[in-house]
């Protein structure tokens, strides 16, 4: 794999290889072998120019994991905030040897473009990009999704027949853009639900359904119900209802908990506004997988770094070769 800058250009073929090399990562994790030889004397760049707790540090945890080096870039106290433009910053990172580099960065499209510029020789991972995509946090989710349903060795198996429902602030979402190509090429059903205001205008495009009352898509029982944060910091007032407002119609509060099926899951990206989009009491239940979703992301992140740094071909790249 030459790149990873999102989903909606996965094909199942590679999505699957993914997730399944995420699964004997995992096994390595639960034997206790707390580090693996394969990426030794390899370089990765966390180069992050917005803010991140669980992206940057499992992407961390997981390049060690691998025993590769690993170089953190933040652009706060970097050479950014002088102007520094993002060409100067990566080439900058790969004359220091990155072999990889992992962005984060606040315009949609940063990655593609540190990826086909020609600036820099290293793969790159999208680790979210503005509004446009979130790879590695959908490839994770749909890992747990596939866990929970098929239990511990799910290798090879797809979501077929399983109806997940998004909910929330899907404008400003790339983790929801992610998710929808993503379980949609693994054969799950999608429902968005969330106000008319926070839903995309071209999400007809989009291979999901849109409902906007929570209420009636738990009552379709979905077999896993993902919250999403509310990206206040994103937000105008003249689109959002008021906090109290939100929670009253679109949070998941204990008694829409209670009516969703026993064994429907309750996801959440992180990090969460409790008391908003989620209650506490939904937070901390058994059927939240919020925590579960931390440990997997490390493993989905050491396969991700394992196939691009390996130079293993994706279906795509053996398709373009021919
Ligand atoms: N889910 C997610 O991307 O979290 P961070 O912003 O903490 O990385």
Do not use: C
């Not at 506004?273 to 579960?292: C, F, H, M, W, Y």
């Amino acid at each position: 794999m030459r790149h990873l800058l999102d989903t909606r250009s996965l094909s199942r073929v590679d999505a699957l290889r993914i997730l399944d090399v995420a699964e004997d990562m995992a096994d390595t994790q639960r034997r206790e072998v707390k580090k693996l030889p394969t990426l030794r004397g390899k370089t990765v760049v966390n180069l992050f120019f917005e803010d991140s707790t669980r992206t940057r540090i499992s992407f961390e945890a997981a390049a060690k994991r691998l025993s590769a080096d690993v170089i953190n870039f933040s652009a706060k106290g970097s050479s950014v905030s002088k102007g520094e433009s993002l060409q100067d910053t990566a080439q900058t990172l790969q004359a220091m040897g990155a072999d990889a580099v992992v962005i984060r960065h606040g315009a949609s499209g940063a990655p593609r473009t540190l990826a086909t510029s020609g600036w820099i020789t290293a793969g790159v991972v999208n680790a979210g990009d503005g509004t446009h995509e979130h790879p590695t946090q959908a490839l994770l989710d749909a890992f747990t999704i596939r866990k929970r349903t098929y239990g511990e060795d799910s290798r090879g198996r797809d979501l077929a027949g399983l109806h997940v429902t998004i909910v929330g602030d899907i404008l400003h979402s790339r983790v929801a853009r992610s998710n929808v190509w993503l379980l949609h090429t693994l054969g799950a059903r999608v429902t968005l639900v969330g106000p008319p205001t926070l839903i995309p205008q071209d999400v007809s495009a989009w291979p999901a359904r849109v409902d906007y009352d929570l209420d009636a898509a738990i009552a379709e029982r979905p077999d896993a119900l993902m919250m999403l944060r509310i990206q206040l910091e994103r937000m105008n007032a003249a689109y959002f209802p008021t906090e109290r407002e939100y929670a009253r119609a679109w949070g998941l509060d204990a008694a829409r908990l209670a009516a969703l099926p026993p064994d429907s899951i309750v996801m959440h990206p992180g990090p969460m506004n409790r008391g908003l989009e989620i209650s506490a009491a939904a937070a901390d239940s058994p059927r939240s997988t919020v925590l579960e979703q931390v440990t997997n992301g490390v493993s989905v992140r050491m396969a991700a770094l394992y196939l691009l740094l390996s130079g293993e071909r994706t279906d795509e790249e053996k398709e373009d070769a021919r």
